[in-house]
């Protein structure tokens, strides 16, 4: 549902960027201190930062790329340091003919900076950017037609996605209300998909929430 994504979805698979040599998704949010003071506090509810930011972002990346092996992950408490809940997570993937980096963090300050995804291939790269990875924020060929051929795509597309505002800080992928709407454009699948590999990552990092 977010047009964005779909641009990148045609580009990848008309086969544009050519054979994919790596991905890196990076999401460098801020949320302040009472984030945490209900029961987003409480890991067996909460869930921890990939479940409650995180989960949007890394269902794209699945979605696009397929499910990574999870080589390693490490989680720290930088600014929610009084909380039982990390605030940053680092974590190295495997997609098997090639790889790629995660970075998510509320630690940043003053507010949201980025959440970004670049796409490295072997006729050029894309990147998405903005807050909530809702805008095409650099793009290149080796082909000019492979060129022309995105920005056709682009200009019969319409990318106007504002992230959600929540008072004091804004988040999340501007499309939630639609999701409930049309339930049946999705699949069960991939909504697991994402929680498995919510799950990995918290594996390798020796972290458990919930039962």
Request: charged share 20%; with cysteine; proline share 3%.
């Amino acid at each position: 549902m977010n047009p964005t994504i779909n641009v990148v979805r045609q580009c990848i698979n008309g086969g544009l960027l050519g054979d994919i040599r790596a991905v890196n998704l990076v999401q460098r949010w801020q949320r302040p201190y009472e984030y945490f003071s209900g029961w987003r506090a409480e890991p067996e509810i909460g869930g921890g930062t990939l479940y409650e930011v995180g989960i949007h972002y890394l269902d794209i990346l699945q979605s696009l790329f397929g499910m990574p092996n999870i080589h390693s992950s490490k989680i720290y408490k930088i600014k929610h340091k009084e909380t039982s809940i990390e605030d940053t997570i680092y974590s190295l993937m495997d997609f098997g003919k090639f790889g790629g980096t995660c970075e998510i963090t509320i630690a940043a300050e003053p507010h949201n900076l980025e959440c970004s995804l670049q796409i490295l291939g072997s006729n050029g790269y894309l990147k998405l950017g903005g807050k909530a990875m809702n805008i095409i924020e650099s793009y290149n060929f080796l082909s000019n037609g492979c060129k022309i051929k995105f920005e056709n795509i682009l200009e019969n597309s319409t990318i106007c996605n504002t992230p959600n505002s929540y008072g004091s800080y804004q988040g999340s992928c501007p499309n939630h209300d639609g999701v409930y709407e049309n339930l049946s454009l999705f699949k069960m699948e991939e909504a697991l998909n994402s929680i498995n590999l919510i799950e990995e990552i918290y594996n390798k990092a020796g972290v458990k929430y919930g039962k």
